[in-house]
């Protein structure tokens, strides 16, 4: 039996940790619901369903999960309850998994080949392989797809940056490593004007909400800052783009790199690269990771 919560009884019955109950709790401005297939008392499936600030006719469904042995029945029921929610909201094309906007998770995992599939990296969708099958079997098809890729021996890309870095440098540009314990507020307010402005063109991205990153995005991330998250200063010394990098399972993971429009096509991605994997050589790591790709 398909059951709609509250958003009282979604914090007790339909998140499952702690981070979850401050995603389900946050104030979105978006209308949205919680959904759950109950049987005997006994919750066997979950999905959420919300609207799109950005595109009225845009819905998303997510948080979609199943108990290992639940049917196909169940998952199409869940599946066609968040669906009719966005349906009576006037929405006409639902994108899943997506929990809540793409600033959280999303993406299903369909394939892993190659060095990638020694290590389950903590930023990777992790699913179980009929979840998407679940959805295509329900009328649902590919939107997008993204890859991540290995390059072991780095000092053997760096030629190829070499002269971006060196021109960048020439003109002006620098780097700077976050410093959230010393200037966490001025650090913090950067992030947010960069983030606004770099993904403004992204697939399915909504409007960047600043008290929202400040309450939930960052702090995920805070654990990871090194020197390999850095900003880069254009020549009068101003913040205009950042690299989020970190090292994990011995690869340097390039996960972010964001960087304002008015200065992109610059170079300034080579450059930020380049000044990583020098970094990174020094410690001793010579494999990169470029994570979740789009294009």
Do not use: C
């Amino acid at each position: 039996m398909i059951v709609e919560l509250s958003l009282e009884e979604s914090l007790t019955r339909f998140a499952r940790t702690e981070f979850e109950k401050k995603l389900v709790a946050y104030p979105f401005a978006f209308p949205r619901t919680h959904f759950i297939y109950e049987d005997q008392g006994h919750v066997l499936g979950r999905i959420s369903a919300n609207l799109s600030l950005r595109d009225p006719e845009r819905g998303y469904i997510g948080m979609f999960d199943a108990e290992k042995d639940s049917s196909d029945a169940v998952a199409s029921a869940l599946i066609r309850a968040a669906e009719d929610w966005l349906l009576s909201q006037g929405v006409n094309r639902v994108y899943g998994p997506v929990n809540y906007s793409t600033f959280f998770d999303y993406r299903f995992e369909v394939a892993r080949s190659g060095t990638e599939e020694k290590f389950p990296f903590f930023w990777e969708p992790r699913n179980p392989a009929h979840f998407p099958q679940w959805f295509l079997k329900n009328g649902y098809q590919v939107a997008d797809e993204y890859f991540s890729r290995a390059f072991h021996r780095v000092q053997l890309i760096l030629p190829v940056s070499q002269h971006r870095y060196d021109d960048a440098l020439k003109t002006g540009f620098s780097t700077r490593t976050l410093d959230l314990s010393g200037n966490a507020a001025h650090e913090l307010k950067m992030l947010s004007k960069i983030n606004a402005g770099s993904f403004e063109e992204s697939f399915i991205a909504e409007a960047f909400d600043e008290q929202l990153y400040r309450a939930l995005i960052a702090p995920q991330y805070f654990s990871r800052l090194s020197e390999y998250t850095f900003f880069i200063l254009n020549p009068d010394g101003e913040e205009i783009g950042y690299f989020f990098l970190f090292v994990e399972n011995g690869y340097l993971v390039w996960k972010t790199v964001a960087i304002l429009p008015e200065y992109q096509g610059a170079g300034l991605a080579s450059f930020g690269i380049h000044h990583a994997l020098q970094l990174a050589l020094r410690n001793g790591v010579d494999k990169l990771l470029a994570a979740l790709i789009r294009t």
